[in-house]
């Protein structure tokens, strides 16, 4: 898998500080922090001034409207079983409702 995040205005959205020694912006999957292994992406407001809870890594976004991207890849177009796997496992809900996130709010 491999995706962007960005603003409203297609611009990447960048990481709160520095993960692994670096800023990252707008790269997920392959190309992200995570290197395709997945990971918990917190994804924050201009305004946000709460606590970051552990287990994230932390974006800001400078709009409060976000554009998600994800990209499965595959090797046999007759075999789409494991990028749609993939897929179906990414969730999306707000901080704090991880535990009634369900099947049926999967984005794909």
Request: one cysteine or more; glycine letters at 12%; hydrophobic letters at 35%.
């Amino acid at each position: 898998m491999q995706g962007i995040l960005d603003d409203f205005f297609q611009r990447p959205i960048c990481s709160i500080g520095k993960i692994d020694g670096r800023q990252w912006c707008g790269d997920v999957g392959l190309s992200g922090p995570d290197k395709g292994k997945g990971v918990k992406y917190l994804i924050v407001p201009p305004d946000y001034s709460g606590k970051i809870p552990p287990g994230y890594l932390a974006y800001r976004s400078r709009t409060y409207n976000v554009f998600v991207f994800w990209r499965g890849f595959f090797k046999d177009p007759k075999q789409l079983q494991a990028p749609v796997q993939v897929m179906e496992r990414t969730r999306i809900y707000p901080l704090g409702k991880e535990a009634s996130s369900s099947q049926a709010d999967a984005i794909s």
